[in-house]
C-alpha cells in the first residue's frame, strides 16, 4: 500500500507490531507520515486508506455522527439503509460510501450533511 501523504510504500505489520498488543488485525504503517490503518481481521484487506492523526480524528467524528443511526440505543434504521442514506448524501458508489475511504474534506461534508438529515429524523 502506497502512503497517499508521501508516496512510499507502508509497511505491513501486526497490531502487536504496532501497539505491543494484539487486537486481532493487522496494520499499514507510515511511520514518516503518522498514518496507518487496520485490515480485515489478519488478513491484508485494508479497512479504508491510510489516515495520518487529523483524518484519523475526523473519521472518528463522522463514525460519531454517522453509527447511532444503525446501532446503539437510538438506532433508526437498520446497517444497510444507513449505507444507503450515507451514498445518497455524498453522491457515492456503494463502494466508496465507508468512513474508512474518505478525506477530510468528505468527512466534513459527511458530518455537516447528517447534522441536517438527523434533525429531520
Known amino acids: 500500500m502506497i502512503c497517499g501523504y508521501c508516496g512510499n510504500e507502508a509497511e505491513f505489520m501486526s497490531s502487536k507490531e504496532f501497539y505491543g498488543q494484539d487486537y486481532g488485525v493487522n496494520m499499514y504503517v507510515c511511520r514518516p507520515c503518522d498514518a496507518y490503518v487496520g485490515t480485515h481481521g489478519k488478513g491484508k484487506t ?3 486508506t491510510l489516515a495520518n492523526k487529523r483524518l484519523r480524528s475526523m473519521r472518528k467524528t ?3 455522527m454517522f453509527d447511532p443511526l444503525w446501532k446503539g440505543k ?3 434504521m437498520g446497517r444497510g439503509k444507513a449505507y444507503q442514506v450515507m451514498q445518497e448524501l455524498m453522491n457515492l458508489p456503494p463502494e466508496k460510501a465507508h468512513i474508512g475511504m474518505m478525506d477530510e474534506e468528505q468527512c466534513y461534508e459527511l458530518i455537516q450533511k447528517l447534522k441536517v438529515y438527523r434533525g429531520l429524523i
Open 46 to 48: 485494508p479497512l479504508g
Open 62 to 64: 463522522a463514525h460519531s
Open 74 to 76: 437510538y438506532r433508526k
